[in-house]
């Protein structure tokens, strides 16, 4: 459902450009009677950007966008929306005075009236005049211009999802909270619609924090993103670091496909024992201490085999042990010692199952994370 913004505590200009409001979440612990559901978070989104809190179903996504929009309490730490402490202890300043407005997954599109009354239904306090220009300003942005007139049953899920996307911002918020809004679509039109938020988003220049446990639209969407576990930030970076530089076990291995072999450092701060995998391994920086638990990761696309593995830092021999097509790629699964490990080669290459190959990981391309305990 839509929440209504308070015009009061507005300051927009008519063509929008400036509706994005810094926030900034301190701390934030959220508890349903005992159980504490997030439990201690902190992150700054700066106006106009997209965040993403991305996260395993139950890691507390929804409960913090929900306590964002004031509609549940925090139990501890704050929550400013541009200037405006909106909760704190003892202070809880309600949904609709905080100038946001949500997305959820189901649209909840009003059969019995048109898009057009669909959309200005929250406009309120505003005069007829302006409630019709505004309603025609925002069906334009989101390409629903023409169906202004038609019914909510006539329309197709995208279309109802765009009608859910225009009754978000007609009422100009400073912050807008999605809830895997596109969970509901098929394949084709998720993809599609990502980019028509995206467009949205910044065409308006608002404030988004985006909710999902898909990790593709959260990389694909996102200035930056949030991982969240089981209530707590496991990493908050750009998409391309949280790739690139996965800074835990959980980190790599949710987002993108990774290997992680448990491996104990030794001698060199960049080298790690696997046990069963006569060398060590070896990665391009140095890690914790002599003796530390970790895991060493590694992306499947970045296992190379064959000859172009001969000469990496990382060489093992290998058994193929199965290999699926999937059209760019062929996914193959590697036995090395008693690990598995996954790769990814070119659809074309000529693999059987059992064949023994030589495969290696650059060090460049390792990393040593602390060990996700058991
Ligand atoms: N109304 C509620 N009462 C009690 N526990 C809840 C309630 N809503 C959510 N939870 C619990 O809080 C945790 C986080 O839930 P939620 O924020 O919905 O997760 P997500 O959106 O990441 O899937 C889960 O363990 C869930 O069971
Ligand atoms: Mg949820």
Redesign the pocket.
Known sequence: MSIDTDRTVESTTANGSDLGASLSVKDLRIA?GE?E?VKGISFDIRPGEFLTLL?P???????TLRCIAGLEPASGGSITIGDTVVAAPGKHVQPEKRGINMVFQSYAVWPHMTVARNVGYGLKGVSKQEADHRVEEVLELVGLAPYAQRYGTELSGGQQQRVALARAIVTRPKLLLFDEPLSNLDAGLREQMRFEILELQRAVGITAVY?THDQTEAMSMSDRVVLLRDGLIEQADTPREMYRRPRSEFAATFVGRANALPATITGSRDRAEVHGIPNPVVAAEAAAGEGASVAAVFRAENVKAGAEAEGLENAWSATVTRFGYLGRTLDVQYAVGDHEVRGELAPDTPLTPGQAITIGVAATDVHFVPRAEA
């Open positions: 349903y159980v559901a996260g179903s139950g890691c507390g996504k929804t409960t909710v």
